[in-house]
């Protein structure tokens, strides 16, 4: 379900001040921003992929199969796949350090459209401004009930916690090694990010353009269910304010 930023914009305003609007609009701008820079780079990845396979191939998972197949006896092919993959795992990787930003993005844009250290005196410095620390400090209080369910929800997703772990796991320590790959039987070819252990957990092989729709697809509605939830509640709060000046 879509959800109305500029809504959120005009509701913050009215409900904190044009001063505080003005503070949210650039973290909320990066936010849907930083969405669009995760679906460049999966859209890249997959053109990459896409464009190593000759025009006008009826099959084209049968091809993939072939070209794994001559890279193992000319050195010419092997170079050319290795480029090919080199190419798709970089967008792969910008992909989900962008698409796992939008969370503390997200997590800044709660803070300042309930404007926690005015309205509720919450103060979190910037570097620990992230989905858990907003929703433990608006529970703590019990405020924005709504809020902090979509939030709940948000961080324990099992796509998310995967995204998290492949995130931090490329950044701090070591990329996950991948395996150029070809399922016949799923019509499928590109690269598979190996299993890989973090923080005690165990995460799955998984096609990376499996990890890529599915991992789009939930960051962005669970992004949008924040945002709705904002909206509800700033509008709830809103008309409360009314219904007592009546």
């Not at 890249?44 to 998972?61: G, K, M, Y």
């Not at 598979?192 to 789009?216: H, L, Q, T, V």
Request: proline content about 3%.
């Amino acid at each position: 379900m879509p959800w109305d930023s500029k809504e959120l914009r005009k509701l913050v305003e009215e409900r904190h001040g044009q001063g505080q609007c003005e503070l949210l609009r650039h973290p909320l701008n990066s936010a849907i921003l930083k969405l669009q820079f995760a679906r460049y780079h999966a859209a890249e990845s997959a053109r990459v992929l896409r464009e190593s396979i000759p025009v006008n191939i009826e099959n084209e998972t049968t091809e993939a199969a072939k070209q794994l197949l001559r890279a193992f006896l000319s050195a010419e092919e092997r170079a050319a796949l290795k480029n090919t993959h080199f190419k798709a795992e970089a967008h792969l990787i910008a992909f989900a350090q962008a698409l796992h930003s939008v969370a503390d993005i997200l997590a800044g844009v709660v803070y300042l459209a309930l404007d926690l250290p005015g309205s509720l005196r919450i103060e979190i410095k910037p570097r620990k401004l992230n989905l858990n620390t907003v929703t433990n400090e608006l529970a703590k209080v019990d405020r924005a009930s709504g809020v902090v369910k979509s939030l709940r929800d948000f961080a324990q997703d099992q796509e998310f916690r995967y995204l998290s772990a492949y995130v931090n796991t490329t950044k701090h320590r070591s990329l996950v090694p991948t395996t150029p790959s070809v399922g016949l039987w799923e019509g499928k070819y590109g690269i598979k990010i190996r299993a890989f252990d973090y923080n005690g957990e165990s995460c799955p092989e998984k096609w990376a353009c499996d990890f890529i729709e599915e991992g789009f697809d939930v960051i962005r509605d669970c992004s949008f269910a924040v945002g709705q939830a904002l909206n509800i509640h700033l509008r709830d709060e809103l008309e409360s304010g009314r219904e007592l000046e009546t």
